[in-house]
């Protein structure tokens, strides 16, 4: 056994990291000697192991993480919620092998709203990305009903004040930059997240928000390889990038 790592029951190792196999499926699997621990097969599933093993199910390596994030372009029709009320949920588009219990999308984009989601299981990370002290930032493509203007720039920089259904709203300083190629097109960066904010800013200005889709979180892009509705694992060096201001 591995001197490192975290000590657990096998049962609850295994079943941490697949989704849908229960404990007392490890037991069976055990039973019919498809899981091997250091090249050992295994009859027990009770049995304390590290999560630095090398643990083989039916022949196939399962590597321990303690978290999973997940990068999704999420498409629009589809709500970032973890429950269904009639409409598709982010979670429904995670493949079979990015799935596990716990997962939930971390910060919400509108149903009409596409791009950069985060998925995960990380509750420490999630709070720290979404805390209104922290500031991580989020960058949105939009494009508008009506062209943009060099107005923006500087209203936008001192911080708006914008309606909702609380009364009025004051908006931390964000950055606009309207596109040089189109007077339709720009992009926002914001350092918090109201509800339906980036709507809500253009509105207060008179225009109207036509698409909207988020580009980054903190320093990490949205993978442009990534077709609407896929999902990618973010790799561990990448994970801290989510954070940065
Ligand atoms: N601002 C919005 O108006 N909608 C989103 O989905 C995200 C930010």
Redesign the pocket.
């Known amino acids: 056994m591995a001197k490192n790592g975290v000590f657990m029951r096998l049962d609850k190792l295994v079943s941490s990291q697949l989704y849908g196999v229960s404990r007392a499926d490890v037991k069976k699997l055990c039973l019919k000697k498809k899981v091997s621990v250091n090249g050992k097969l295994m009859a027990r599933s009770d049995v304390k192991v590290s999560t630095e093993d090398e643990i083989y199910i039916d022949g196939e390596r399962l590597v321990y993480k303690e978290h999973i994030y997940i990068m999704m372009n999420k498409p629009q029709g589809v709500v970032c919620s973890t429950k269904d009320g009639g409409s598709r949920t982010v979670l429904e588009l995670v493949p079979e092998k990015l799935r596990r219990e716990g997962l939930f999308p971390a910060g919400r ?2 149903k009409d ?1 596409e791009g950069f989601v985060l998925i995960t299981d990380d509750g420490e990370l999630s709070h720290r990305m979404l805390s209104p002290k922290s500031h991580v930032p989020k960058t ?1 493509f939009v494009r508008l009903e009506k062209p943009w203007q060099e107005s923006y720039k500087d209203i936008m920089a001192e911080g708006m004040i914008i309606e909702g259904d609380n009364g009025k709203e004051k908006c931390l300083p964000a950055e606009f930059t309207g596109s040089e190629d189109s007077e339709f097109e720009c992009t926002l960066v914001l350092h918090e ?1 109201k509800f ?5 800013m253009f509105g207060t200005l008179g225009n109207k ?1 036509i698409f ?1 889709k ?1 580009t980054h979180i903190g320093g990490l892009a949205l993978d442009e390889k990534l077709a609407l509705g896929e999902c990618l694992e973010i790799m561990h060096k990448d994970v801290e990038k989510l954070l940065t201001c």
């Open positions: 984009l509108d709203t949105y997240g339906h904010q980036v709507k809500r928000v909207l988020r």
